[in-house]
């Protein structure tokens, strides 16, 4: 490092830009005479003797009188005590800037992990009153009543509701009545075993918690389509597929609504191996542009990946964990519908209708 650096080096450390050249130069001349430290350096003399006073109160020099003012580099043991000291600072804010840039503060992240049940549920409370298309969500009785009003708001909304009930646990609590179901949602199922409170909302939002016996009292709330996705697998196979319906609001004849396209494949398969012509209406999102659309026509066709070991005319929920989509025909053009997620097909389906069964 040539004089120059240091000299700019030091006044990053925190000398004025005259300070710095004095101490350089004296490093230089060992020991020297003001007047001498002012004429080898860019100090204009009448600001000499504040320089050095101010070099020697920050511990880099010493003066002594020998017929005039002198100076010289003081013992660099503080000095560089200090100097290191500042390199370690540096060295540590960089390393937060780096981090505080990687780490968004907690209200920007996707996944925000909270410390009571409490937090999750007055989140999913507004969640649930801001949804726009689908709830579901698995809680105890008592969870219910505390959430009933914002589900009734989804509800009125148009909002297709799921709920999954179940117990806490050691406890029998009683089943919320028909009518504050019927208040509440479009469908309820019973759980008999205590499950942690989960809350999906418009395939976006997720609200966790462990159950009440949990090591830790904690919750997670996600912000994430994919992470939400996950969820919604574990909601569908732990908490709905195989529990006892407790009430229902679902239309035996059209119009049938369904927000799920697995749902609607089941469904619609049997019709359409007996020959029947299923009108529908899809709402959803163009895969490659994002844009919304709706369109009506006929199902002509639908595919999924698994292959059903089952002669039940209904297709087991585990054969369409792959790739599953109906093909809809509309005035001559065949597009493929696909469900939450969709990729390969041409429209991510959030609502089908089927409008009549001919």
Request: with cysteine.
């Amino acid at each position: 490092m040539d004089g120059e650096e240091l000299t700019e080096t030091l006044e990053d450390a925190g000398l004025s830009p005259y300070q710095a050249d004095a101490f350089v130069t004296l490093l230089g001349l060992g020991s020297a005479s003001a007047t001498d430290i002012a004429q080898a350096s860019s100090v204009p003399d009448p600001r000499i003797y504040d320089v050095l006073r101010g070099l020697e109160e920050q511990g880099y020099i010493e003066t002594y009188e020998q017929d005039s003012l002198h100076a010289r580099a003081h013992d660099p043991t503080d000095v560089l005590r200090n100097l290191r000291s500042r390199a370690d600072r540096f060295e540590a804010a960089a390393g937060e800037i780096e981090d505080r840039w990687s780490r968004p503060d907690l209200e920007e992240h996707k996944v925000s992990i909270v410390k009571r049940l409490d937090t999750v549920l007055a989140r999913a409370d507004e969640l649930i009153r801001e949804a726009g298309n689908q709830v579901q969500i698995g809680l105890t009785p008592a969870q219910f009543e505390d959430l009933s009003d914002a589900l009734a708001t989804a509800l009125e909304n148009g909002v297709d509701v799921k709920v999954c009930l179940f117990p806490e646990i050691g406890t029998e609590s009683a089943l919320p009545s028909t009518d504050a179901l019927a208040r509440a949602c479009t469908e309820a199922r019973y759980r008999d075993l205590s499950s942690p409170f989960l809350a999906l909302i418009d395939r976006s939002w997720t609200c966790f918690s462990p159950h009440g016996d949990s090591t830790n009292e904690y919750g997670v709330i996600v912000n994430d389509r994919t992470l939400a996705y996950v969820f919604h697998w574990y909601y569908l196979t732990c908490l709905w597929e195989i529990h006892e319906t407790i009430y229902s609001d679902r239309r035996d004849e059209p119009p049938i609504t369904y927000v799920d396209l697995r749902q609607c494949l089941r469904d619609v398969e049997p019709l359409l191996e007996d020959g029947v012509t299923i009108e529908a209406t899809v709402v959803g999102f163009e895969t490659d542009t994002g844009r919304e659309v709706t369109k009506r026509g006929t199902i002509t066709d639908l595919t999924y990946a698994g292959v059903s070991a089952s002669d039940e005319r209904t297709t087991p929920l585990p054969q369409l964990a792959g790739e599953a989509s109906i093909t809809l025909e509309v005035g001559g053009e065949r597009y493929t519908i696909g469900g939450w997620g969709a990729m390969l097909e041409d429209l991510e389906a959030v609502r089908i209708t089927i409008e009549s069964l001919e």
